[in-house]
C-alpha cells in the first residue's frame, strides 16, 4: 500500500498544461476497473461531504477575523490524486491549477473566500485545520473528533488506493507533469 501521494502535478501550470495533464488522467480513469474507481470516488466525495458543514462553522467563526489567510499560501495546488478523483467524478474538472505562476494568488480566492466546492478543491485545502480551528476541534466532544479522524482517514485510504490503481495503468508509467 502506498503511504504518500505523489507530487506530481503539484506545481504552477497553464492552463494548457492542465488540459494535457487532465486529459491523459482522464484516458487512465477510463481504463480502470469502473466500478472500483466509482466505489473510491463515491467514498471520497461522501467523506468531503460529511466534514463540509463542521469546516464550514469553523470558517465563519474565524475566517473574517483572520489576520493571516490560508488561501493566501503559494504553495497550494491541485495534486495527482485530486486530478485522478476529479476526472473520476464525472463533472466538468476546475478549469486550471491553483495558479499558473509561483507568485500568482490562488485564481479561485474570491472576495468571500473559496469560490469552489469544497468536494472539488484540492484536498489540502479541505483537511487543512489552521490553529484557530485546531482550537475549535480540540473542543469538540470526543465522538466528533473521531468521526472526523475516521472519515479523513478513509477519505486518505481512497485517494490512494486510486492513485495505485492509476500507476498499475500503461498510462500511469507516462510522466503526467503537464509540461
Ligand atoms: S488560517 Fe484559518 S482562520 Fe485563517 S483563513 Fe485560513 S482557515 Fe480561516
Ligand atoms: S482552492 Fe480555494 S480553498 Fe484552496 S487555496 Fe484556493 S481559494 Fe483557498
New binding site residues.
Partial sequence: MKMEESNLLRHPMTDEQWTKATGLLSLSVKSMDGTTVRTLVESIFAGIQRIDPLMTAYCLQTCPSCSDP??R?QD?YYNQADVLYLTALGDPVPPGQ?RSSRHDP?R??GPN????PRTV??YV?VWYLCESHMDLFSDEPAGIQRSVVDTLRAIRFSRLSLEMLHEKEPFGTRNDRGR
Fill in positions: 490560508c488561501c499560501g497550494i491553483t490562488c479561485y480566492l473566500g473559496c469560490v469552489l478543491r484540492p485545502c
